[in-house]
Structures are given as structure tokens and as C-alpha cells.
T-cell receptor, first 115, second 115 residues
Framework: AQSVAQPEDQVNVAEGNPLTVKCTYSVSGNPYLFWYVQYPNRGLQFLLKYITGDNLVKGSYGFEAEFNKSQTSFHLKKPSALVSDSALYFCAVRRTYSSASKIIFGSGTRLSIRP | EAGVTQFPSHSVIEKGQTVTLRCDPISGHDNLYWYRRVMGKEIKFLLHFVKESKQDESGMPNNRFLAERTGGTYSTLKVQPAELEDSGVYFC?????????????FGPGTRLTVT
């Protein structure tokens, strides 16, 4: 069965420190990988995606994610956290065949940045 | 460009009642998706429309759920009769193309509470 695991329900980081939100996946083949963020009372916003090529992808708001095929991981990172980064983050995958449509999400990680 | 909109933002109903959720996708997006997040768990796929046709409804939990997209524009998701376990946040998303690395654009969600 296809699945996405976010092992941490919550991550707490001090402002200015680097942050990492972990994600691993179990999907056959080479899926597309995504990170979405949900701010309070807002919808899911796309942050970044991995399709192919360079294992480090850069996205919105200074976030980046590192793809590791051998570990089937796609961890979200940011060198210096801001209080405004506090939100709920979802890792997601989608299979790559042409008719694939549905996104498979992880359970989400709440990121809390303290001043 | 207006994003994906959903109505209502919040609905509280009693068990056994009927509720209809509405989603207006981004103009020109043929693909429309419904997802839901129950009890703080992962966001799960419900179904996918391409224009007015159901492309994939493998995620629909049971026959109490009915989704329609007459005319290929907005979509409704009806729950009848609602049960306690239907409580959660229902997200709608749209995309220009089917499959591929294209991100889906999400609405703010409808929070459904069944008492």
C-alpha cells in the first residue's frame, strides 16, 4: 500500500535556528513529491515539489527539501526559521503515470517557532 | 486570479441530517478533487472529476456520500445521512491538467462537525 509518514506530530524550533521536518514515503516507482503548508484558517498552499534531477529543490518562503532515493525520504528544511513559519506542514506524493491524479498525504507536522 | 473557494467554511449538524458542501474551482481548471482530513489524521483523497465526469471515486467512503459536478464548473458533495465519523475538514482542489507533476490548488476547506 502507498503511504507517507511524517514521524513528528510537532516540531519546536527557536527563531533563527535551522529547521527540519521529516518525511518518508512508501510508493512503487519514482513518484512526484510535494510539500504543502496550511496556515491558520487558510487552505493548503503549495511549497515545493520534486520531479527529477537535483536532489535539493528550493521552494517558497526560503524552504528547501532534500530527496534521498535510497532512504525514500523527502525532508523539508530551512536554514533560519521565522516565527511566521509556524503552521501545519504536509508531505505528499503522487505516482507518475499519466492518469494518476490523487495525492497521498502524510498526517502533517505542526511547526512551532518561538521568538 | 481567484483561487479555489468553498462554502460554507464551517457547518455543524446533527447526526442523521443532510449537509451539502460546495466547491468552486479556479476558472478553466477541468480537474476537481475532493479530500478530507478526519480527526487530525492524514488528508485522504475522496474523488476526482474531469469536467463533469468522475475519473476516480475510489476514495469515497460509502454511499452516504454523493458528489456532483453538473456542467463541469462547481461541484457539490452531499452527505446524507451524516454520521459522527464524518466530522472533519473537507478540502477541494483543482488543477489545469490531469496527472503529471502539476500541483493541485486547494481551497480553505469546510469544517464539518456532526453532533
Amino acid at each position: 500500500a502507498q503511504s507517507v509518514a511524517q514521524p513528528e506530530d510537532q516540531v519546536n524550533v527557536a527563531e533563527g535556528n535551522p529547521l527540519t521536518v521529516k518525511c518518508t514515503y512508501s510508493v512503487s516507482g519514482n513518484p512526484y513529491l510535494f510539500w504543502y503548508v496550511q496556515y491558520p484558517n487558510r487552505g493548503l498552499q503549495f511549497l515545493l515539489k520534486y520531479i527529477t534531477g537535483d536532489n535539493l529543490v528550493k521552494g517558497s518562503y526560503g524552504f528547501e527539501a532534500e530527496f534521498n532515493k535510497s532512504q525514500t525520504s523527502f525532508h523539508l528544511k530551512k536554514p533560519s526559521a521565522l516565527v511566521s513559519d509556524s503552521a501545519l506542514y504536509f508531505c505528499a506524493v503522487r505516482r507518475t503515470y499519466s492518469s494518476a491524479s490523487k495525492i497521498i498525504f502524510g498526517s502533517g507536522t505542526r511547526l512551532s517557532i518561538r521568538p | 486570479e481567484a483561487g479555489v473557494t468553498q462554502f460554507p467554511s464551517h457547518s455543524v449538524i446533527e447526526k442523521g441530517q443532510t449537509v451539502t458542501l460546495r466547491c468552486d474551482p479556479i476558472s478553466g481548471h477541468d480537474n476537481l478533487y475532493w479530500y478530507r482530513r478526519v480527526m487530525g489524521k492524514e488528508i485522504k483523497f475522496l474523488l476526482h472529476f474531469v469536467k463533469e465526469s468522475k475519473q476516480d471515486e475510489s476514495g469515497m467512503p460509502n454511499n452516504r456520500f454523493l458528489a456532483e459536478r453538473t456542467g463541469g464548473t462547481y461541484s457539490t458533495l452531499k452527505v446524507q445521512p451524516a454520521e459522527l465519523e464524518d466530522s472533519g475538514v473537507y478540502f477541494c482542489a483543482s488543477s489545469l491538467q490531469t496527472g503529471g507533476p502539476h500541483e493541485q490548488y486547494f481551497g480553505p476547506g469546510t469544517r464539518l462537525t456532526v453532533t
